[in-house]
T-cell receptor, first 115, second 109 residues
């Protein structure tokens, strides 16, 4: 399967702990996005990478959140000192450059529960 | 007010019915996407359109740029069509997608 893959799919953590999610986009997709989705809501934009450059970052991304895409391939999203309000599904998506269909592809999401 | 509004929020219908889900947006866009999300999270892109109409199987998507409105139609609906359908837009000059809240569709046999 060469789709967008995310790991782990589910994570339960205690408040105050750090968590890290990984996203492997479709190879050769240079655009990568992180979104957060809570129950009953549509996804909310967190951040966007073009290759290794983080070009856009939402105000939702507090200083406890950091995302990286060091080699322009996989990306990580780290949440430090987790809070119960961080419980959500974290979605990764990738898409090719314009002129290559531009369809966006989503991963299955990483569910975070902070207890 | 959200930049992308969908209606209805919930829709229950009988198998075979013709389904329409509406999406209105208030910003300039470069593209509009219709997405399908099944329980468990996975999101699949159904359509990306910037004008006119697209058809794929029993699904039809239309967009009216002047009115800032799009519709997703499902003909001959089937219980396997039960899912959340999400409208999202790519804002002009930006890269991120802005999502509607989704429409939960349930098709009963």
């Amino acid at each position: 399967d060469t789709g967008v893959s995310q790991d782990p799919r589910h994570k339960i953590t205690k408040r105050g702990q750090n968590v890290t999610f990984r996203c492997d986009p479709i190879s050769e997709h240079n655009r990568l996005y992180w979104y957060r989705q809570t129950l009953g809501q549509g996804p909310e934009f967190l951040t966007y990478f073009q290759n290794e450059a983080q070009l856009e970052k939402s105000r939702l991304l507090s200083d406890r959140f950091s995302a990286e895409r060091p080699k322009g391939s996989f990306s990580t999203l780290e949440i430090q000192r987790t809070e119960q309000g961080d419980s959500a599904m974290y979605l990764c998506a990738s898409r090719p450059d314009r002129g290559s269909g531009n369809t966006i592809y989503f991963g299955e999401g990483s569910w975070l529960t902070v207890v | 007010k959200n930049e992308v509004e969908q209606s209805p929020q919930n829709l229950t219908a009988q198998e075979g019915e013709f389904i329409t889900i509406n999406c209105s947006y208030s910003v300039g866009i470069s593209a509009l996407h219709w997405l399908q999300q099944h329980p468990g999270g996975g999101i699949v892109s159904l359509f990306m359109l910037s004008s006119g109409k697209k058809k794929h199987g029993r699904l039809i998507a239309t967009i009216n740029i002047q009115e800032k409105h799009s519709s997703l139609h499902i003909t001959a609906s089937h219980p396997r069509d039960s899912a959340v359908y999400i409208c999202a837009v790519t804002i002009q000059g930006a890269q991120k997608l802005v999502f509607g809240q989704g429409t939960r569709l349930t098709i009963n046999p």
